[in-house]
């Protein structure tokens, strides 16, 4: 039975309307308001048949990360790290900061800080990753705009889709905000959103202008890092989903790591399929082959609350 307009339009709330609108960082992207017009579109195409359901286009795409900082180079000191900022910033229940852990485990390794660059990757590769924005390139113009990382990620940050879903509004933005830190901040949006949250918290530092920070201070990457889960946890379609009223209102490691991984994918996408499914299935494994590291780093008790 098809669904009644007003129920369809709530559950289309979220969605992205972008058919690769697939990045690893921005939880608020998927609670964008789309005008009426743009979602009764949404639900023409639904009743014609040609969206399969709300979150047919949504994927979550794998990106790989280098180490640029050898400060970076102590995985125990950066796992302890990351904890410290957890806790600093009130996510303090052991299943969730040892899902995270999972999750930046899969995503940076707590190693890898800076998005790598694409020249050695093919061209098939890098549509299946950025999606439409290579669409419509041969292969060899591809092989040509990868060989230059300035313009290879304007390309893919910058125009008229950075501007919309990162907040890249000058020229080069897409080239300077690429993706850092532990679980991959990306565009000037989310490092100018980041730079406020981390002012309000006492510490002073901008990343608009010194995003290299990210890549090189494993103290604010991992700050940045319990903000970028404080907020995408407290988010109302992370709510709806999992059922949590705060980001540590979690009872199980798999539901917490599934909320985690949400998160980090985008609220709107199905970690159910596609590379989503993916990053969750490499959640998991990072967290089978690292969780006594985890399990020391963490306190014991779940649901154990720190000052």
């Known amino acids: 039975m098809v669904k009644k307009l007003s129920q369809f339009l709530e559950e289309f709330e979220y969605l992205r309307l972008n058919e690769d609108e697939d990045l690893d960082n921005d939880p608020e992207r998927d609670e964008r308001d789309l005008s009426f017009d743009e979602k009764f579109k949404k639900f023409k195409e639904f009743l014609a048949g040609k969206s ?18 050898g400060s970076f180079s102590n995985m125990d000191k950066m796992i302890e790290l990351v904890v410290k900022y957890l806790n600093k910033h009130g996510i303090t229940n052991p299943l969730v900061q040892k899902a995270i852990l999972a999750t930046i485990g899969k995503e940076s390794g707590f190693t890898s800080t800076r998005e790598v660059p694409y020249s050695t990757t093919s061209p098939a590769r890098i549509r299946q990753v950025f999606g439409n924005r290579f669409s419509g390139l041969s292969d060899a113009e591809i092989n040509v705009i990868k060989k230059d990382p300035y313009q290879f990620w304007e390309k893919v940050y910058g125009g008229e889709w950075g501007r919309k879903n990162l907040g890249n509004t000058q020229p080069g933005d897409g080239a300077k905000y690429l993706g850092r830190g532990f679980n991959g901040i990306t565009g000037r949006g989310n ?8 002012k309000k918290s006492g510490t002073n530092v901008d ?6 920070i990210l890549e090189k201070n494993p103290e604010i990457s991992a700050e940045v890092n319990a903000l970028y889960f404080l907020k995408g946890l407290s988010s109302s379609l992370i709510k709806r989903k999992y059922g949590n009223s705060d980001p540590n209102d979690f009872k199980s490691f798999d539901s917490a790591l599934k909320a985690v991984v949400n998160t980090n994918a985008g609220a709107g996408t199905d970690i159910t399929r596609g590379f989503a499914k993916q990053s969750y299935d490499a959640a998991v494994a990072a967290n089978s082959k690292l969780g006594s590291k985890f399990n020391k780093a963490v306190s014991e008790e779940p649901g154990e609350r720190t000052a």
Do not use: F
Request: proline share 9%; charged share 20%.
């Open 191 to 198: 490092y100018q959103t980041y730079t406020d949250m981390l």
């Open 52 to 69: 399969s359901s709300p979150e047919a286009s949504l994927s979550s795409a794998p990106r790989e990360y280098e180490t640029v900082s």
């Open 207 to 212: 990343l608009i202008a010194n995003p290299e």
